[in-house]
């Protein structure tokens, strides 16, 4: 009671006004709060009252107040300063996209840092940073799947080279209360990496033409591709199917209202509405195509580790597989080049063996 009646008289005799709230509740702490709680509030009111007479009133020695105050950091309070700069650095390159996977991924592969995904969370939530939404939307049916006699690619999302399969899709993006605009992309499975993508007005056959168009372009496919996509009009049509068979590229389609069967394609399209396109507002098709070209190049094929790439990112996959495709390819000829040469060796060695015994023979006759 002898420590309440003190609080009340420090009120009345040091604060400005009388009626208002004192300054100890002001800062949230009681006598019976934690002893971190009550040194931390001596340190707000060390201006406004005396630090005997807080320390008194709080129940806290001065020598650990003045402790408190004029302890240094640790070693590890300052290694947790550093990383928090990285990961704050990482956090706005990359425009608050990653998890604490890829954050971990990133600090080894560009700063050279190897460190727990908990501890990273745990780092993050001292930062208090936005998170990012990961709700997931539901899909029930209750119709059984239709099977489509044409589906080449059966799930089979992990093929063993590059242009070996390609997937497609549509999805809109809105630009205003009652308008949209389409983005059709194109994504080779075994990189992960999108090749084509096209932003239009209409979600029409011309679309996914001009797309596809441009993904053979890029990539000049020497031998035949499966071309999955879904159940769309767009792909079934003459047009589109000409272009299919004019390059040799096999069409796949999934089962009607199977979404599962192009499941690479819906979750590329999941993450870029999660990360780029819900966190914006559109008002043109110019805007949208920028913030296009932002996500898929700069980020999404250039950046962001990937977890079916082992961490790396596509266009590091690529890069990585062409290289050890050449070593391979000049392994190939040098000892094709030795086969031949053997070869040839082994036959001039039978011609003259054989010569030798034709003059063997000749002579013996004529002995």
Known sequence: MRVFFFMARITKKECPTRGRKSDLKKSECHIHAKLQVRLKAIYRLRFEHTTVMLCRVLH??????????????????????????????????????????????ILLRDYGVNISEGRILRLLKSMTLPKMSTIKPCFKSNKSPVFSSDNLLKQEFN?????????????YISIGAKRHVYLCAILDLYLRKCIAWKVSDRIDAKLACDTLEIAINKRKPKEPIIFHSDQGSQFKSASFRKLLDEHQLLASYSKPGYPYDNAVTEVFFKYLKQREINRRTYHSIQEVQLSCFEYIEQFYNNYNP?????????????????????????????LREFKNYIFQSLLETCNQD??????????????
């Open 159 to 171: 093929p063993k080279s590059p242009n070996q399969v390609w997937t497609t899709d549509f999805t």
């Open 60 to 105: 806290v020695n001065r020598s650990t107040y003045y402790n408190f105050i004029n302890k240094r950091p640790s070693k590890r309070e300052v290694e947790n300063q550093r990383l928090r700069k990285l990961l704050l650095e990482i956090y706005m390159k990359a425009k608050k996209r990653i998890g604490t996977r890829a954050f971990k991924i």
């Open 354 to 367: 054989l010569n030798a015994s034709f003059l063997y023979c000749n002579r013996s006759q004529c002995i």
């Open 306 to 334: 990937h977890s079916a790439n082992n961490g790396l990112t596509p266009n590091q996959k690529e890069e990585n597989y062409f290289k050890k495709w050449k070593v391979n390819e000049k392994l190939d000829t040098e």
